[in-house]
């Protein structure tokens, strides 16, 4: 049975990146990615996703899978849930089009 899966609201993210306990993973394309991104993100593009180059989530930090819209997000979730990262359950379904319409700081 799959873990739950976490949705993570811009707020809380916002909290989680300023505070360092959110580790955040882009999981669009390089060209999307290079287009515009949320600061601190790093990439892990879904098409050669590899859970094993997720970060790791210590004590008092979470991995948060993010996208454009949460729908390729929540398939990465899905992947490294499967090859046993049971560590990462949380998503941000707002994804970069959330961000970027909310006003917040894009990085290019």
């Known amino acids: 049975m799959a873990a739950p899966v976490e949705n993570v609201d811009i707020d809380d993210l916002k909290r989680g990146l300023a505070d360092g306990s959110i580790?955040?993973?882009?999981?669009?394309e390089p060209d999307e990615y290079a287009a515009g991104h949320i600061?601190?993100?790093?990439?892990?593009?879904?098409?050669?996703?590899?859970?094993?180059?997720?970060?790791?989530?210590?004590?008092?930090?979470?991995?948060v899978l993010s996208c454009r819209s949460g729908k390729r997000s929540l398939a990465a979730l899905d992947?490294?849930?499967r090859e046993g990262r049971g560590d990462v359950t949380a998503h941000?379904?707002?994804?970069?089009?959330?961000?970027a319409q909310s006003g917040e700081t894009v990085e290019r």
């Open 23 to 28: 580790l955040l993973v882009d999981v669009r």
């Open 39 to 63: 600061p601190g993100a790093t990439l892990n593009p879904l098409r050669s996703f590899d859970p094993a180059r997720l970060p790791a989530a210590a004590p008092g930090k979470r991995v």
């Open 79 to 81: 992947l490294a849930q």
């Open 92 to 99: 941000f379904p707002g994804g970069f089009l959330e961000w």
